[in-house]
């Protein structure tokens, strides 16, 4: 997928974008990997890179990187699914290839200040050109106007696209979904004096983007692909869409109050938040289980006729598997086990929250948008037909492996910090590190490293599948 591809059977340049975006994607993909390598090893280590690289830097480096690369591969996602929902080429690709040269200098310039300029003075300069100071959204604030600019000019892409084409379901729900995604993100661009005025906003932008409208694009995505990959009933996909609009966009904003515990508003908000923090990956769940019994329902019949399943994206097709299960261990399970307010008062910034993370990101979005790289090489090669190779099962099975060895490693770790932290010593600064120095926690730390070793191996066997598969499937046809 990333390699140049001279004989390329994409017929419409707004899919040739898309492979843009996926490309740097991947690259921030494992930039991601490498810095969260190093801030494992930190946790251990604390002198590792000690002023030269600090923990504070490679974790904001870490998470900024994952939380890019997503929205790169949702651009190209959008890019790739537009032509085949609408029926024509995207309005505009001149300026959205001007878009994409824009944000990604902007990306690579804001990068090498994290990397090489990393803190400034407190005045407004700061604010300005190096760093915000809000966690998640350190941007400085002229990359955060022109990632608003970026945004503004990719919807109108895809909004007058959509006037202008045929309107299915899918493309009415990511529409609708993409305008929400980019006015969230204007919660995040003011300050207030009022700390929990400012927390409050903040929230807006970082649950109102992965626990409502990160899923909703999920389950676009979900849906368009197993169209695509076993034809499934496009009725029956987008009845399970609008679904999980009704589900998620209430859900998703009364599922905020499970974070309003610790700014002060009021109490009645803790065990609703709770509570619907818990319904969000219900119906992409159902979706998945009402497309799958559909369709073996009716490849039983082909079957016993003598036909085949018709699965043409095998590599695709098992990332989406993951991703149901993945969506709804990680933002599910994990995620409603700790938020209880009775509950949250003990985990609340223990590594319970990290292991909840890790598991959810991993589960609900990069397995969905992995799919989607395999979906867009098989339409680059013009392959009909793609089947899993030696390097795509070492992949998948490397990264499963090494992501839920590393949740299951931080849930230990937050579980030692829960006992002796908070419990036992009184949530003091003196229990914070008696409890970051006692065996279990160290020890499961170390396994969450040793986990991450794993991760990134899977990771470069999957650059190694998508630089390959679709030549090697290619071959195979002829």
Do not use: C
């Not at 899923?215 to 499934?232: D, H, N, P, Q, R």
């Not at 509950?343 to 979005?365: D, E, K, P, W």
């Not at 969450?448 to 046809?477: C, H, N, P, Q, W």
């Amino acid at each position: 997928m990333l390699n140049s591809i001279k004989a390329n059977h994409l017929q419409f340049e707004s899919q040739k974008i898309g492979m843009m975006y996926f490309r740097v994607a991947i690259i921030l993909f494992g930039a991601q990997l490498l810095m969260g390598l190093i801030a494992a090893i930190q946790f251990l280590y604390p002198s590792f890179l000690f002023e030269l690289f600090d923990f504070s830097v490679a974790r904001m480096v870490h998470i900024n990187a994952l939380v890019v690369w997503m929205l790169y591969a949702m651009i190209g996602s959008v890019y790739y699914m537009i032509p085949d929902e609408t029926g024509r080429e995207v309005i505009g690709i001149g300026i959205a290839k001007l878009a994409f040269w824009v944000l990604t200098l902007a990306v690579t310039i804001v990068v090498l200040v994290y990397i090489f300029v990393q803190v400034g003075p407190g005045k407004e300069s700061t604010i300005w050109f190096i760093n915000e100071g809000r966690e998640y959204l350190e941007a400085p604030r002229w990359a955060d106007i022109g990632i608003v600019v970026v945004v503004l000019i990719f919807y109108y892409n895809v909004f007058a696209t959509y006037l202008k084409g045929q309107r299915t379901g899918i493309m009415t729900v990511m529409v609708a979904n993409l305008f929400a995604l980019a006015g969230l993100y204007l919660a995040g661009m003011f300050f207030t004096d009022n700390i929990s005025m400012d927390q409050y906003w903040w929230w807006w932008v970082i649950h109102l983007w992965v626990e409502a409208t990160w899923e909703v694009f999920v389950g676009t995505l979900a849906a368009y692909a197993l169209i695509k990959i076993i034809g499934a009933k496009r009725e029956i996909v987008e009845m399970w869409l609008w679904i999980e609009v009704l589900m998620l966009f209430g859900s998703g904003i009364l599922g905020l109050g499970h974070h309003y515990f610790w700014i002060g508003t009021p109490e009645y908000w803790w065990e609703i938040g709770a509570l619907f923090s818990a319904l969000e990956p219900v119906p992409l769940v159902a979706m998945f289980v009402h497309v799958l019994y559909d369709w073996g329902k009716e490849q039983g019949a082909v079957h016993a006729e003598g036909g085949a399943h018709a699965i043409n994206n095998g590599p695709a097709m098992a990332w989406i598997v993951t991703n149901a299960f993945g969506n709804f261990l990680g933002a599910g399970i994990w995620g409603f086990f700790h938020t209880l307010p009775q509950v949250n008062i003990y985990t609340h910034g223990t590594q319970f929250t990290s292991a909840h993370g890790h598991l959810s990101f991993f589960g609900a979005y990069a397995t969905i948008l992995i799919g989607m790289m395999y979906l867009v090489t098989q339409g680059a090669y013009g392959v009909k037909h793609m089947k899993a190779t030696k390097l795509f099962k070492w992949a998948i099975t490397l990264i499963v492996l090494g992501l839920m060895g590393m949740t299951v490693a931080l849930t230990i770790a937050g579980y030692e910090q829960v006992l002796v932290e908070r419990a036992e010593l009184g949530a003091t600064w003196n229990a914070f590190f008696t409890a970051q120095n006692l065996h279990w926690y160290v020890q499961a730390q170390g396994w969450r490293l040793a986990m991450g070793v794993v991760t990134f191996v899977g990771f470069v066997f999957l650059v190694l599948d998508l630089l390959t598969i679709g030549k090697v499937s290619k071959e195979a046809e002829v």
